[in-house]
């Protein structure tokens, strides 16, 4: 079979695999592992040389190190430095030992066990990252955690890959001077790189961008991370530590986004690729001829990930809840897994058929993790149902002039303003995570649920003046405004709203003062877009009104159509053709003075 030919059958399974696999609520990831299972021995036979084509698609770790590299700025290591030096380091260094301690119990050596047990210890970060986005959970407590938490184990991949030649059997034989000689060259090489990282890398990528060609400034990023990792496999150091050390070293540059952008396809497909070749290298038969074992293995892995990441959490300050999402998110293994599966092989350190069975538990703990987090929700249901609740907190003072409900982004600010007019107010927060996330930098509110008639009177609202309603939650903000409504009649309602629909129904309760919450900001860089392309600031002004009081004049056409669908259509139309005709007139009356503008 000729080249093109195999790079069409790759392309063709990304292509078919990958939206399929998204449809399913999977990751690319294991679309691309199950495509190389179907494409290999153990499928359709499409491609026998697996082996080979891991030993190409390996560029694609070493470039995705790189990117890795860039990634790590000191600035953003420092500004997360405790979840990633604390938290982090704690669940590497534990899980880690449990595994390896495990391992030796059942018969391994020290170097295989600290291996294995490392590789386990990590988890998927392109599979969490996806994960958390499609549920929108990275802005969470328990989002951001986990983030830093993969980011350590990106930074912790690098020592192993350097520790590994170190560790291999076939080391053991050689002499002093030998190893010391090898020691020697690695730290040289090292040296020489940061040294050229700063006077040679810098000073060659600004002459290639000063080229303006793209094309150009595209190999200078490829030779960058080929050069670096050519040059360290010369000393029997891993490539991807040279790529990654390459890309920490441009970290502060002012190419970073530049050299990002050009390597992030040729890492994309060259990724996928190394996937589809560990799905194709994957021995099946391991599992078919053992799957009682296997599947113990793999509710072992997840079940201890779980655990240790849940204690770690818990010891480390964060609300149970949290705690519950870090581990859910991070019980898998990772794919780096398979790179140090498959290096320790090579070097001596894990028998071939040892590796085959860890590759298939790691591939089925990263399939079973979308599972796992699809069954979060209603199992976190279930714990809340027989766990004690935590009951809302006692409301110290009710004197306070406003009370802020719902106390995340949008409240907060409108709080730090108060505040500095000393202004007093009383902040409600439904959110246990966020009322204990908020409370660590000093703000104070309470933990209580404003839809509840009972916590508003202990919050004093018979005697405030103004409710600001800035809750997230569309229904809760609904029936939280009714209960304002009927019983505090005589608080000013100040509303947020999340769309257009919550908007119209909170206009439905008689809210005359509602904000959509991504409105006024809006307008605001309409504005600025305006004059930036050289309208005068009163022109863009005088834009901006007529398009809010036409918006507000549609918005209450919508609210009167809005239970039937065919007229809001309609109205939507309408009101865009109306628009459209309306500053088709403005630019025909204002045609000879903005020329003299220009």
Known sequence: MTLLAY????????????PLARKLGLGSVLAYLLAGMVLGPWGLRLIEDGEGVLHIAEFGVVMLLFVIGLELQPSRLRAMRKVVLGLGLTQVAVTSLVFAAVGWCFGLSIDAAIVIGFALSLSSTPLVLQLLAERHQLNTQHGRAAFGILLFQDIAVMPMLALLPLLAHHRAEQSLVSTLAGAGKAIAVLLLLIFGGRHVLRPLLRTVA????????????????????????????SMALGSFVAGVLLAESEYRHELEADIEPFKGLLLGL?????????????????????GVLVLMLIAVKFAVIWLVARMAGYHSESARG????????????????ALAV?????????????VIVVTISMVASPLLMMLQKPLESTFASTAPTRSFDRIESNDSRVIIAGFGRFGQIIGRILRMRRIRFTALESDVAQVDFVR????????????????????????????????DDIDLSVRTAEIVGKHFPHLKLLARARNRQHAIRLMDLGVRYVIRETYLSSLDM????LETLGMSRTDALESIRRFDEHDQHTLQQQRE???????????????????????EQDTADDTPRVQRVE
């Open 326 to 341: 870090m581990a859910f998110s991070l019980a898998q293994a990772g794919e780096f897994g398979f790179v140090l599966f």
């Open 7 to 18: 790079a069409a059958i790759f392309l063709a399974a990304t292509v078919l695999a990958v």
């Open 526 to 529: 309409a504005q600025h877009a």
């Open 440 to 471: 660590r930098f000093g703000n104070k509110v309470y933990y209580g649920d404003a839809s509840r008639r009972e916590v508003l009177e202990a919050a004093g609202a018979s005697r405030a003046e103004v409710f600001i309603l800035a809750m």
């Open 210 to 237: 000063e080229t303006r060609v793209k094309e150009v400034f595209t190999a200078a990023a490829l030779l960058v991370v080929i050069g670096t990792g050519l040059l360290f496999d010369m000393v029997g150091m």
């Open 274 to 294: 190394f996937f589809v070749s560990v799905g194709m290298t994957a021995n099946l038969g391991a599992l078919l001829d053992h799957p009682l074992r296997i």
């Open 561 to 583: 159509a809005h239970d039937d669908e065919q007229k809001l259509i309609q109205s939507a139309q309408q009101a865009a053709r109306e628009l459209e005709q309306l500053f």
């Open 346 to 358: 090579s070097n001596g350190i894990v028998d071939q058929a040892l590796a085959d069975t860890l």
